[in-house]
């Protein structure tokens, strides 16, 4: 057999996620269904995890096996990227790996961003890349907050009731925040994430940011580990998988 990872960009807007879902539309399903065609091989695409619905990727991983060693690694780029072009997904690179790989076992870090439109007029280009909030958000107030989240800590506030991770301890390795005219961009590093953790932690800090909490409330919700005390998770449009270390 043969192991090759993939490196995939996508606007998840008009997908129900990452996961093969039998009746919807999904990132996988489109994927492993293009290169079955294309190479005729029944092949199964795992990913470095899965990206809910309306979530894009500006670089998701994923491995695919093969019986037979791909000739030109550049031509099956090319000829897939064909088969994708209606779609809203490309390859942007193929690497050949050992069987000792795997797209979300051997991932070391993941780091996702997510985009906040902070101004009064509708966004019309971006519309489903980012959240457009209005008010005017305090970004010093959200970095305080945000140091909050680093470090190893029990996520239990951020994580959503159908979330099947056996623990909700997870390390977050930085929470960057930066301001570019009217866009404020927020980075997370961490191994590993919990469902629904980096946009409800997103939520949270733009109750901070509009002054609805204070730091003492944002910290309350945080050490609660109580789900119902999470300010409601930001939308899909501005969560992007950013990339995936190995």
């Excluded at 990227?81 to 797209?103: G, P, V």
Aim: net charge positive.
């Amino acid at each position: 057999m043969f192991r090759y990872q993939l490196l995939i960009e996508y606007l998840g807007t008009n997908y129900k996620g990452w996961q093969i879902q039998k009746k919807n539309k999904t990132i996988q399903g489109i994927l492993q269904d293009k290169i079955r065609k294309l190479l005729k091989e029944n092949i199964t695409i795992v990913g470095s995890g899965r990206t809910d619905a309306g979530v894009h990727a500006i670089e998701q991983s994923a491995h695919f096996d093969l019986k037979n060693k791909l000739l030109s690694l550049d031509k099956f780029i090319n000829s897939t990227n064909h088969f994708l072009k209606n779609e809203n997904i490309a390859i942007l690179k193929i690497r050949k790996r050992t069987s000792n790989f795997h797209s979300r076992f051997s991932a070391k870090k993941r780091v996702y961003k997510y985009v906040i439109l902070n101004r009064t007029s509708s966004p019309v280009i971006e519309k489903n890349q980012v959240w457009h909030v209005r008010k005017k958000l305090d970004l010093d107030l959200m970095k305080l907050g945000a140091k909050k989240l680093v470090g190893t800590k029990d996520f239990s506030t951020f994580r959503a009731s159908s979330c099947n991770a056996k623990s909700p301890i997870r390390t977050m390795d930085f929470v960057k925040l930066k301001s570019l005219n009217d866009k404020i961009e927020i980075q997370f590093k961490s191994q590993s994430f919990l469902q629904q953790q980096v946009r409800s932690m997103v939520g949270c800090l733009k109750y901070l940011g509009e002054k609805k909490w204070d730091l003492k409330k944002f910290d309350k919700a945080l050490k609660s580990k109580k789900r119902s005390l999470c300010a409601p998770p930001a939308p899909p449009t501005g969560l992007f998988l950013s990339r995936v270390f190995y």
